[in-house]
């Protein structure tokens, strides 16, 4: 195994990957220290839309594998492997364009990378030492969906729905789902379970001690 070990947790929309991540980072960051770990977002390398119209926009598919910059996100884990320090875009959910600062992200012994279609390509694959797929059912992501898309993503119940059927269920079950075969590790009931929390730290650890 590299260096560096790169995590990636996938799985649908709203299933938990950014609180299972971001778990895990908060219970080993004191432990492994300031160069120890750190989180990439496949969100945050959603293409800019700031030259279309907010209605074009909104009728974009957020859910295809061209929506996102694969590519950046591919050199930027490149970088960290090599020990070059990284700018990771910001994106907003709301505007649908990447805001203009971006977050320096510091090289890491440990990766984490957290998105909806980060196992459906095969040369992201190739990135990854573990595979995490958040198998959470899609009741349960599309409750959390509606809630959040309200409450943190400028949107209605109405364009929340749309989009729904449109894209983000098709796109779950012609992706999303059939990558979970490429994950090492199937997580049930979401970004708060603890004992895949505590796996996934123990593997860190045991990687971290060889
Ligand atoms: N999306 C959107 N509008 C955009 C860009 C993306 O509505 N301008 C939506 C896509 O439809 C896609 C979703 O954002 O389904 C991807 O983000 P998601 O995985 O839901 O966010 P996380 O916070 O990573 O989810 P989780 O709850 O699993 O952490």
């Given at each position: 195994m590299s260096k560096t070990t790169v995590i990636a947790i996938a799985g649908a929309s709203a299933s938990g990957k950014s609180l299972f991540a971001s778990t895990v980072y908060q219970e080993l960051v004191a432990e492994l220290g300031s160069d120890g770990i750190a989180i990439?977002?496949?969100?945050?390398?959603?293409?800019?839309q700031s030259h279309m119209t907010m209605e074009q926009r909104v009728l974009t598919?957020?859910?295809?594998?061209?929506?996102?910059?694969?590519?950046?996100?591919?050199?930027?884990?490149?970088?960290?492997?090599d020990g070059k320090a990284v700018e990771m875009p910001q994106y907003s959910h709301t505007t649908h364009t990447r805001l203009p600062e971006s977050i320096p992200v510091a090289?890491?012994?440990?990766?984490?990378?957290?998105?909806?279609?980060?196992?459906?390509?095969?040369?992201?694959?190739?990135?990854?030492?573990?595979?995490?797929?958040?198998?959470?059912?899609?009741?349960?992501?599309?409750?959390?969906?509606?809630?959040?898309?309200?409450?943190?993503?400028g949107?209605?119940?109405?364009?929340?729905?749309?989009?729904?059927?449109k894209y983000v269920r098709p796109a779950f079950f012609d992706h999303i789902f059939p990558s979970k075969q490429y994950a090492d590790l199937v997580v049930?009931?979401?970004?708060?379970?603890?004992?895949?929390?505590?796996?996934?730290?123990?593997?860190i650890r045991q990687l971290l001690a060889e």
């Open positions: 990439l977002a496949e969100d945050a390398y959603y293409r800019d598919n957020y859910d295809q594998p061209s929506a996102f910059e694969h590519d950046l996100l591919k050199q930027h884990i490149r970088d960290l492997r090289p890491a012994k440990v990766i984490m990378v957290e998105g909806i279609l980060l196992l459906t390509d095969p040369s992201l694959r190739e990135q990854f030492d573990i595979s995490v797929f958040m198998d959470t059912p899609l009741d349960v992501c599309l409750l959390r969906r509606i809630k959040r898309d309200i409450e943190e993503r949107r209605n119940l109405q364009s929340v729905t749309e989009q729904y059927e049930t009931r979401g970004g708060r379970n603890e004992i895949a929390i505590d796996i996934i730290k123990t593997k």
